[in-house]
């Protein structure tokens, strides 16, 4: 049964995503319009991977939070499915937060979300209660369960925050629901709660899976936790990040800790501790596993820092990024966008061994919707200064990548895009050495750049605001290197994604 708000909602996003189609990226899921964040939901269910979001369908800003709803069978078009959940019950009234999918053994689709609801403290001061509550459903339309919420103040630990509960990530082991749960302990820093359920009703607390300690910053949000080659992986996006060389930046930030998993004892002991994107743009991962047993992990390809900078007139904000398949070598989280992308190649352009050492453009290679290599390494025994790939270049604008050997830094940079706003415009962060050699994969979407480093080592997520028809693409080096680039565009349905009420 879909609510007066849900159906409001429901209603706008039909009425009034045509506008936003103009505005949307080729292959980046966008919400149909208005505002998106944090993904949700993320999972496989009867023949289509779903994915949910953060949602405000009424404006470019964060306002209260419904769940946006899409599905794919290939992870490049997507369709549109109708708004999952809308804040309309007392106990999620504030909003409906992040959380996470999971299929019933009998055939339904479970959702867990946080409800967030509220209240006024006796000193007069607002504070928002956080509870998980569950809603079941077919894939499209869901029910929010009676006995709402399913895990409150009543099942944390002890020292536990009751405002800080939030965005559960469950799976099913056997006959046995978990979930881990955000939450900040005494020391007013994050960590990560177990849970498990026969039922997904009724929770058992387990214990603590891993805490901050106001090391990697304060809250985490959006944790995931799952076992990927021989390894246990936690993800958590935390808040109020001090920065620590170049590994982490100040602020939201993301961090992958790689470790081992007792099932027995529930002990998680990490091993490796590092950033999953070292750009400006990404926050909220989730992942989810494909029939085919592969980990694919998507975030919002934003920043909560940079929330306000709106193109004036617009009519989305927000995108998420292009789903990432994850692997675990050599204590590094290793990410590669989903091989399904190839099924859309078009227009291979393909140079080997160019010699160039000033700036140079290659016939053919130009664009904004596209997939792009470039292999780099220095032509004789002397290695070159540095390297710089510019990309949605004219006359004025222009986002680089610059390598430095000597160094083994990498920068991006998009002040020169056509951004009015006084934020963060450039990163710099460590690759592994290679004597010289790197190799630089972009995917381009209109205004959003994937940086992937190394065959997916590293990777640097960063949003453009200049004009589209910025197309021009430079090679440019202080010393002489030899490239191999393979250029692909992408022959993608008018529009990309589906149209909203076809499965109504
Ligand atoms: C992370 C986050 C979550 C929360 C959601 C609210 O970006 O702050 O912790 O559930 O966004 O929209």
């Known amino acids: 049964m879909s609510s007066e708000l849900l159906q409001r909602a429901r209603d706008f996003e039909r009425q009034y995503m045509g506008y936003a189609d103009a505005e949307r990226p080729a292959y980046h899921l966008t919400a149909p319009v208005g505002w998106m964040n944090d993904p949700n939901g993320f999972c496989y269910y009867k023949g289509y991977y779903h994915l949910f979001f953060q949602y405000h369908p009424y404006s470019t800003q964060w306002g209260p939070m419904h769940w946006g709803h899409a599905r794919t069978k290939d992870f490049v078009t997507w369709e549109y499915l109708p708004a999952a959940l809308a804040p ?32 006024r403290r006796v000193d007069g001061v607002e504070e928002m209660l956080q509870s998980q509550c569950i809603a079941i459903g077919d894939g499209i339309n869901y029910e929010k369960y009676e006995h709402n919420p399913v895990l409150d103040i009543s099942d944390l630990p002890e020292g536990a925050s009751e405002i800080d509960f939030r965005d559960p990530k469950i799976w099913r082991e056997g006959d046995t629901y978990y979930a881990v749960i955000s939450n900040r302990s005494s020391d007013g820093s994050g960590f990560i709660l177990l849970y498990e359920s026969e039922d997904a009703m009724h929770w058992h607390y387990d214990g603590v899976i891993d805490e901050c300690k106001n090391l990697y910053g304060r809250m985490w949000e959006c944790p995931d936790f799952f076992p990927l080659d021989e390894k246990q992986v936690l993800l958590v996006s935390p808040m109020e990040m001090i920065p620590t060389g170049l590994e982490f930046h100040a602020g939201y930030g993301t961090v992958a800790l790689i470790g081992t998993y007792d099932r027995e004892s529930h002990k998680f002991r990490r091993e490796e501790v590092h950033a999953i994107d070292y750009g400006l743009d990404f926050y909220a991962t989730q992942t989810m596993e494909t029939p085919d047993g592969r980990r694919i992990m998507v975030a919002w390809m934003q920043n909560w820092a940079t929330t306000r900078c709106e193109t004036p007139g617009a009519h989305l904000y927000g995108a998420m990024t292009f789903p990432r398949e994850l692997a675990v070598r050599d204590g590094r989280l290793i990410q590669n966008p989903v091989r399904e992308l190839e099924r859309y190649y078009t227009n291979h352009v393909q140079y080997r061994n160019v010699v160039i050492d000033r700036e140079c453009n290659l016939n053919g290679i130009r664009g904004r919707v596209l997939d792009l290599t470039v292999s780099v390494k220095p032509s004789g025994n002397k290695v070159y200064r540095w390297f710089k790939l510019t990309v949605a270049q004219d ?12 160094t083994g830094i990498v920068r991006i940079d998009r002040s020169r895009c056509g951004g009015r706003f006084d934020i963060v415009h450039f990163r710099e962060f460590q690759v592994s050495s290679r004597g010289g050699e790197i190799k630089l994969r972009i995917l381009l979407d209109g205004k959003l750049v994937e940086l992937f480093v190394n065959d997916g080592e590293q990777a640097a997520s960063f949003q453009l605001y200049g004009p589209d028809t910025a ?33 109504c």
């Open 471 to 503: 197309e021009a693409i430079s090679f440019e080096s202080r010393g002489c290197v030899v490239l191999n680039v393979d250029k692909y565009d992408l022959d993608l349905p008018a529009g990309g994604h589906g149209q909203i009420g076809s499965v």
């Open 395 to 406: 006359g004025e604008h222009g986002a680089y990548i610059c390598y430095h050997p000597d």
């Open 88 to 119: 309309d019950m007392p106990y999620d009234a504030n909003g409906c937060f992040s959380g996470s999918a999971v299929e019933m053994p009998d055939g339904r689709h479970l959702l867990l979300y946080t409800g967030v609801n509220q209240t």
